[in-house]
C-alpha cells in the first residue's frame, strides 16, 4: 500500500474542502494525512499537516487551536532545522496573537519571521514581514487611543469635577501607547479610574 500516495490524496482533498468552505471535512482529511505521516515517522510531513490544520482553525477564528497547532509546527521546524518553515510559522502565529489583541506578542514574532527570512535569502518572506510589522503598530496606537477616549468620555460624562486630575496622570500615561492594553489598564489613570469610580475597564472600547 502506498502510504504516501494516500497522505498527498488526503492533503488534496483537504484543500478541495477548504476551497469549498467546507471546514470540517477539510481538516478530516489533514487530520487522517497527519495520522498517517506520525506513523510512517515524517516529522517534517508531521509540521506541514499542523500548519494546514490550524490554518482552517484560523479561517474559523478558532485562534487558541490555531496557535496550539502553528506553535507545534514551529518546533517541529527547529527540530529538523528548516529554517523556512520556521519564519513562515512564526508569521502565521503573529496573524493569529494579531488577531486577538495581542500586539506585542505579534510584533516580537513577526520580528523573529523577518529575521529568519532575511537569514534564508526570502526576501518576499522579509518584505511582508515589514508591512505586517507596520499594520501592527498602527492597529497597537489606535487600541490604545481608543481606550483613551472611552476613559475621557466616562469622566466628562459623569464625573467632571475629576477630570484635572484624571488628564495630568494621562500626560504620563501617555509613554505606555507601545504597550499592551493591559499595561494601560493596569497605569495610573487607569487604577485611579476603577478605583475611585468602580468602573469595568475591560469591556470593548468605543462601545
Not at 83 to 111: H, P, R, V
Not at 140 to 157: E, G, I, M, P, Q
Request: charged share 20%; with cysteine; hydrophobic share 40%.
Amino acid at each position: 500500500m502506498d502510504r504516501v500516495g494516500i497522505v498527498e490524496a488526503c492533503n488534496n482533498l483537504g484543500i478541495c474542502y477548504e476551497n469549498l468552505g467546507q471546514y470540517a471535512e477539510a481538516n478530516a482529511r489533514y487530520m487522517q494525512g497527519r495520522v498517517i505521516l506520525e506513523e510512517l515517522g515524517d516529522r517534517a510531513g508531521v509540521g506541514a499537516a499542523c500548519t494546514k490544520i490550524g490554518n482552517v482553525y484560523q479561517k474559523l477564528g478558532q485562534y487558541d487551536t490555531a496557535i496550539t497547532l502553528h506553535e507545534h509546527a514551529k518546533v517541529i521546524a527547529e527540530e529538523v532545522g528548516n529554517k523556512t518553515s520556521m519564519g513562515k510559522a512564526c508569521n502565521i502565529l503573529a496573524g493569529c496573537y494579531q488577531a486577538q489583541g495581542q500586539y506585542d506578542t505579534a510584533i516580537m514574532l513577526l520580528e523573529q519571521g523577518r529575521a529568519i527570512d532575511e537569514e534564508v535569502g526570502d526576501r518576499g518572506g522579509a518584505g511582508q514581514a515589514c508591512g505586517d510589522l507596520g499594520v501592527c503598530c498602527r492597529r497597537r496606537l489606535l487600541d490604545f487611543l481608543c481606550y483613551v477616549v472611552h476613559f475621557l468620555l466616562v469622566l466628562v460624562k459623569g464625573f467632571r469635577n475629576h477630570v484635572p486630575q484624571c488628564l495630568q496622570m494621562l500626560v504620563v500615561d501617555i509613554s505606555v501607547w507601545r504597550q499592551p492594553r493591559q499595561r494601560l489598564i493596569h497605569s495610573p489613570l487607569g487604577v485611579y479610574t476603577r478605583e475611585m469610580f468602580r468602573l469595568d475597564l475591560e469591556r470593548p472600547p468605543c462601545q
